[in-house]
């Protein structure tokens, strides 16, 4: 089955920077690759997905680039704000095929005033 | 609201005891899902529905779980028999069909954190 892997697992960054969080995949058949945002306590939120046809997708501060060749994908938010911190979980799944989504473990991102 | 929505939202019971989850998608939805959430850790898909029909279910799902949705809307998923290690929480959520180039998108609900003693 499907195997994601998340890096890093805590990150802080000043309040202004660039964030990074990179996930890996095993299956090459996945082909759909949504990232939620989770704060505590809360349910996980859908901030932005990307699909196998397409290399990069922008949504204003928050951008997802994939490579299908190595199977990894990231995660970009630039001008972070201390609204931005929480934990965000990359996943992979097939789409018209078994659906359910894998999850990475998990970053942490803490956003220092 | 017209978001996926759960209930209860807490469950406390005792280890032995039968439990029983709600789910009610977002309407127009035809997919719903079951995951399970630890502390610290991504969901684990559990099971998933389209319409009334049960399509896959997760070796995580042992015999003590049941997950029905009887007429293709709202979902309900049953413990049997609590385990300790059944303590986390109970996600659910929804999608509509995947179509040539999106659909598939899931949505989640606030879950149910189930405690058990």
């Known amino acids: 089955g499907e195997n994601v892997e998340q890096h890093p697992s805590t990150l802080s960054v000043q309040e202004g920077d660039s964030a990074v969080i990179k996930c890996t995949y095993s299956d090459s058949a996945s082909n759909y690759f949504p990232w939620y945002k989770q704060e505590l306590g809360k349910r996980p939120q859908l901030i932005i997905d990307i699909r196998s046809n397409v290399g990069e997708k922008k949504d204003q501060r928050i951008a997802v680039t994939l490579n299908k060749t190595a199977k990894h994908f990231s995660l970009h938010i630039t001008e972070t704000q201390p609204e931005d911190s929480a934990v965000y979980f990359c996943a992979a799944t097939i789409n018209f095929g078994n659906e359910k989504l894998t999850f990475g473990t998990g970053t942490r991102l803490t956003i220092i005033p | 609201d017209t978001g996926v929505s759960q209930n209860p939202r807490h469950k406390i019971t005792k280890r032995g005891q039968n439990v029983t989850f709600r789910c009610d998608p977002i309407?127009?939805?035809?997919?719903l899902y079951w995951y399970r959430q630890t502390l610290g850790q991504g969901p684990e898909f559990l099971t998933y529905?389209?319409?009334?029909?049960?399509?896959?279910k997760s070796r995580l799902l042992s015999d003590r779980f049941s997950a029905e949705r009887p007429k293709g809307s709202f979902s309900t998923l049953e413990i049997q028999r609590t385990e300790q290690g059944d303590s986390a929480m109970y996600l659910c959520?929804?999608?509509?069909?995947?179509?040539?180039?999106?659909?598939?998108?899931?949505?989640f609900g606030p879950g149910t954190r189930l405690t058990v003693l």
């Open positions: 959520a929804s999608s509509p069909l995947p179509r040539a180039g999106g659909g598939g998108e899931q949505f």
């Open positions: 529905f389209q319409n009334e029909a049960q399509l896959e």
């Open positions: 309407s127009e939805h035809n997919r």
